[in-house]
T-cell receptor
Framework: DQQVKQNSPSLSVQEGRISILNCDYT??????FLWYKKYPAEGPTFLISISSIKDKNEDGRFTVFLNKSAKHLSLHIVPSQPGDSAVYFCAASEGGKTSYDKVIFGPGTSLSVIP | SQTIHQWPATLVQPVGSPLSLECTVEGTSNPNLYWYRQAAGRGLQLLFY??????ISSEVPQNLSASRPQDRQFILSSKKLLLSDSGFYLCAWGTGTEKLFFGSGTQLSVL
C-alpha cells in the first residue's frame, strides 16, 4: 500500500508561470513532509520541508502548503524556470518515534518547464 | 562539510553474478545510513537502514543484503543477481532529523 502518492506522473508548465505539484498521504501519523528534486543520473537533493504544526513554508520561489485534514500537500514554484525541470519527490516521516528517520517517498512527478 | 561518496556510477552485471556497492560518508559521526532503489518509472524504495555499526534493518525481503563494517561505510551486496535487481541505487545519510542527503547513485543493469 502506497503511503505517499503523487498522482501526476508528469507536468508541463510554461516558463514564468506557476508550477503546482501535488502529494497525498494516507498515514495520519506522518508529521514531517519534505520535497526533493532529482535530475537524471543524480541523487535527489533536499528542496523544502514542512512540519505538521504549520500549514505553509516558503523559501524563495518555492512554497509548500499542507492541509492536514485532507492529508494533502502541494509544492508551488513561482516563477517556473527551465532549470526547475526535474523529477520532484514528495516524502513523509513520522519523526521522533525512533532514533532513525524513516522517510517514505512518493513515486515522483516529472516537471518540464518550457522556455 | 559532510560529503557522501558512492561508487561505481554505472554497473552492468550478468544474472547470477555477485554485487558489491559501497558508500562512504565524510565529515560526520554516527550517521544513520540508508540504501534506496529507484526502479524504472517508480519512486524511491527504502531497502535497508542502519543506525550504527553492525546494525542493519531490512525494509523489503529480497535478494540483497547490507552491511556496515565501519561507522561511515555502508555496503550493499548480493550473492546472485536477478534481472529484477536492475535499478538506480542510492545511498543516503541522516542525522536523526528527517532530511536525508543522497549520494550520486549507481545505475545497475542486470543482463
Amino acid at each position: 500500500d502506497q503511503q505517499v502518492k503523487q498522482n501526476s506522473p508528469s507536468l508541463s508548465v510554461q516558463e514564468g508561470r506557476i508550477s503546482i505539484l501535488n502529494c497525498d498521504y494516507t498515514n495520519s501519523m506522518f508529521d514531517y513532509f519534505l520535497w526533493y528534486k532529482k535530475y537524471p543520473a543524480e541523487g535527489p537533493t533536499f528542496l523544502i520541508s514542512i512540519s505538521s504544526i504549520k500549514d505553509k513554508n516558503e523559501d524563495g520561489r518555492f512554497t509548500v502548503f499542507l492541509n492536514k485534514s485532507a492529508k494533502h500537500l502541494s509544492l508551488h514554484i513561482v516563477p517556473s524556470q527551465p532549470g526547475d525541470s526535474a523529477v520532484y519527490f514528495c516524502a513523509a516521516s513520522e519523526g521522533g518515534k525512533t532514533s532513525y528517520d524513516k522517510v517514505i517517498f512518493g513515486p515522483g512527478t516529472s516537471l518540464s518547464v518550457i522556455p | 562539510s559532510q560529503t557522501i561518496h558512492q561508487w561505481p556510477a554505472t554497473l552492468v552485471q550478468p544474472v547470477g553474478s555477485p554485487l558489491s556497492l559501497e558508500c562512504t560518508v565524510e565529515g560526520t559521526s554516527n550517521p544513520n545510513l540508508y540504501w534506496y532503489r529507484q526502479a524504472a518509472g517508480r519512486g524511491l524504495q527504502l531497502l535497508f537502514y542502519s543506525v550504527g555499526i553492525g546494525q542493519i534493518s531490512s525494509e523489503v525481503p529480497q535478494n540483497l543484503s547490507a552491511s556496515r563494517p565501519q561507522d561511515r561505510q555502508f555496503i550493499l551486496s548480493s550473492k546472485k543477481l536477478l534481472l529484477s535487481d536492475s535499478g538506480f541505487y542510492l545511498c543516503a545519510w541522516g542525522t536523526g532529523t528527517e532530511k536525508l542527503f543522497f549520494g550520486s547513485g549507481t545505475q545497475l543493469s542486470v543482463l
